[in-house]
Nanobody
Framework: QVQLVESGGGLVQPGGSLRLSCVVSRIIFRIYDMGWYRQAPGKQRELVAAISSGGSTNSADSVKGRFTISRDNLKNTVYLQMNSLEPEDTAVYYC?????????WGQGTLVTVSS
C-alpha cells in the first residue's frame, strides 16, 4: 500500500519558519510529480507548490518568495521550506504524488501561525 507520511507541522509565530517533510513509500518516487496542498478551515484545498519528476517547480502567488519546494529522490522525500509565515498560512498541509492516472495523498500535517 502506498504511503505518504507528512511531518514538521506545528505552532509558529508570525514571521517564523517551518520545514515540512513527506516521506513516500511503495512507489517509484522519482517518476512522480509531487505537490504540497493546503486546506484552511472553511476553504477549499489549494495548491501551494509543486515539483515535477524533472525538478521543475511552481508555487502559488501567495507564497512566492517565502516557500520553497524540493525533493530528494534518494530519500523518497519531498520538502516544503516555509519562511516568513503569516497567520493566513494556517492550514492543514497535504502531500500529493501524481503520475498519469495515479494520485496519492498523505493524511496532512497542521500548521498554525499565531502569536
Amino acid at each position: 500500500q502506498v504511503q505518504l507520511v507528512e511531518s514538521g507541522g506545528g505552532l509558529v509565530q508570525p514571521g517564523g519558519s517551518l520545514r515540512l517533510s513527506c516521506v513516500v513509500s511503495r512507489i517509484i518516487f522519482r517518476i512522480y510529480d509531487m505537490g504540497w496542498y493546503r486546506q484552511a478551515p472553511g476553504k477549499q484545498r489549494e495548491l501551494v507548490a509543486a515539483i515535477s519528476s524533472g525538478g521543475s517547480t511552481n508555487s502559488a502567488d501567495s507564497v512566492k518568495g517565502r516557500f520553497t519546494i524540493s525533493r530528494d529522490n534518494l530519500k523518497n522525500t519531498v520538502y516544503l521550506q516555509m519562511n516568513s509565515l503569516e497567520p493566513e498560512d494556517t492550514a492543514v498541509y497535504y502531500c500529493n504524488a501524481h503520475f498519469r492516472q495515479n494520485d496519492y495523498w498523505g493524511q496532512g500535517t497542521l500548521v498554525t501561525v499565531s502569536s
